[in-house]
């Protein structure tokens, strides 16, 4: 009998098996699918809650004189959050943006729109 040190054969070792992320060529990554999906769900929920949260203060906020700068504030926090190339943008997108929401703002301040007649249009 051989012993441990005198041995020549050649032995085959076994190999860790593959981790559950992974998938064989020509097959289906279901891991991959389930992170898509999820991601694509939790991006929906974001903009979802936004969306409500931006109806919610549009009534809430109807006769603030800072009725449009604000949401338009939060569009553009929520795009450069959602969308992290646009840092590489000039900040005088934004910034044309605010300025003009900030006009309409100061515009509605300085005349206010007309109030509805009773047929629904305005005079």
Excluded: H, N
Aim: glycine share 8%; with cysteine.
């Amino acid at each position: 009998m051989a012993t441990p040190e005198t041995d020549t054969s050649t032995s085959t070792g076994t190999q860790d098996p593959p981790p559950a992320s992974w998938a064989a060529p020509g097959e289906t990554d279901s891991f991959a699918m389930y992170g898509l999906i999820t991601l694509m769900c939790v991006i929906f929920l974001v903009i979802y809650l936004y969306a409500v949260f931006d109806r919610y203060a549009e009534t809430r906020g109807g006769t603030t004189p800072l009725r449009t700068t604000i949401p338009t504030m939060l569009t553009i926090g929520l795009a450069y959050d959602l969308i992290p190339p646009l840092e590489g943008f000039s900040l005088l997108l934004p910034g044309a943006l605010i300025v003009a929401a900030l006009a309409r703002d100061i515009a509605l301040w300085i005349k206010p729109d007309a109030p509805l007649a009773s047929g629904g249009a305005r005079r």
